[in-house]
């Protein structure tokens, strides 16, 4: 049986920790070349020779997703080593604790997050969609989130940002239709990331939540196996939706 992936490339942002190695892994396992852009080294290192030890084939480029010059070196140095980019994954990007209410986020935190959750899955889309369109199409595949879809508290530059992917998906996949280039997002509900089971750990009252929901909390692997479907050719006529990884129902709701 042939692999889900085998013949493509894909550049995954983020893709040295948490979600992002674990669609890396998967992609490499799945038969495709994978370009690990990382801005944190060691992350982007590890996950590289663990994958290319495994067999896969993998190649990591320092990448600030914020940074046109940074971009546009991954993409060339991306292309020169596997050839012509099929799909991107746009997994760089978060929340953190100093995000806020509408009256207590800061400007400087507020734009920070925008410029990297917003303006990152833009410029990094912007500029790989040339090299996709010279091949004959691809697989765009942003990342939004759950808090997008439904109201939490000290979650606005967050909320803002991920609103603007959703937005900005549908947008693109009716732009870039003509290209052959699908435009899709994923939504995950709260994945148990290392950086997440630290939270839970100091807050008994988060891990509560996961526990909370029907099916539990997600693993990586759960966006991963999502990622694959929409990065592979099994969904080929699916684009400008958000696909919902999740179970944001309560146990006794």
Not at 26 to 37: P, T
Request: proline share 3%; hydrophobic share 40%; charged share 20%.
């Amino acid at each position: 049986m042939s692999k889900r992936m085998q013949g493509k490339t894909a550049l995954i942002t983020g893709g040295g920790g948490g979600i992002g190695r674990s669609v890396a892994e998967l992609f490499a396992a799945e038969g495709a070349s994978v370009i690990i852009a990382e801005i944190n080294d060691a992350l982007g290192q590890e996950v590289t020779e663990s994958i290319n030890a495994s067999g896969g084939r993998a190649f990591f480029q320092h990448t600030d997703v914020t940074e046109p010059d940074s971009v546009s070196a991954t993409i060339e140095a991306g292309h020169k080593e596997f050839g012509p980019i099929n799909v991107l994954y746009n997994n760089a990007g978060g929340a953190n604790q100093q995000d806020s209410t509408l009256v207590g986020v800061t400007f400087d935190h507020f734009w920070r997050t925008m410029k990297l959750d917003l303006f990152g899955t833009f410029l990094c889309s912007r500029l790989v969609v040339p090299q996709m369109q010279a091949a004959g199409g691809g697989s765009i595949i942003h990342t939004t989130s759950m808090t997008a879809f439904i109201g939490r508290p000290n979650r606005t530059a967050y909320t803002a940002a991920k609103g603007g992917i959703l937005a900005m998906t549908r947008s693109m996949a009716v732009e870039l239709a003509d290209d052959n280039i699908r435009v899709n997002a994923i939504a995950p509900t709260r994945t148990l990331t290392e950086r997440v089971k630290q939270k839970n750990r100091d807050n008994p009252e988060r891990a509560a939540y996961g526990d909370s929901l029907i099916m539990g909390a997600a693993e990586p692997i759960d966006v991963a196996y999502a990622a694959v479907y929409l990065a592979s050719d099994e969904s080929r006529v699916v684009s400008g939706q958000t696909m919902l990884v999740h179970s944001d129902y309560r146990r006794g709701a």
